[in-house]
Nanobody, 118 residues
Framework: QVQLVESGGGLVQAGGSLRLSCVGSGRTLRRYDMGWFRQAPGKEREFVADMRWYSTSTYTDSVKGRFTISRDDAKNTVYLQMNSLKPEDTAVYYC????????????WGQGTQVTVSS
């Protein structure tokens, strides 16, 4: 059974930083594409960043230069380092896993709340 568990969310002032973690079990994350998504109140879930199994990463425009996705294979964990946070980054953040580029995300974590105060 595959499980993804996020942690690291919290309350931070604008301009601050947080690092989110996504620990996997039942799946070796480095063999799969991993993504981070977020959902703000009243809005649809949106893509934030992803990392292919071969380590190429992409970001949505609003976080480029501020967020970094990375992976620690020894810990079977994917991270999202978030710097220069803005109030508009406030959302529940989810990690997800899929087999490859053309597949849909098939496993999701429960989410972690990030709140950025102005």
């Amino acid at each position: 059974q595959v499980q993804l568990v996020e942690s690291g969310g919290g309350l931070v002032q604008a301009g601050g930083s947080l690092r989110l973690s996504c620990v996997g079990s039942g799946r070796t994350l480095r063999r799969y594409d991993m993504g981070w998504f977020r959902q703000a109140p009243g809005k649809e879930r949106e893509f934030v960043a992803d990392m292919r199994w071969y380590s190429t990463s992409t970001y949505t425009d609003s976080v480029k230069g501020r967020f970094t996705i990375s992976r620690d294979d020894a810990k079977n964990t994917v991270y999202l380092q978030m710097n220069s946070l803005k109030p508009e980054d406030t959302a529940v953040y989810y990690c997800a896993s899929k087999r490859d580029f053309i597949s849909d995300y098939e496993y999701w974590g429960q989410g972690t709340q990030v709140t950025v105060s102005s």
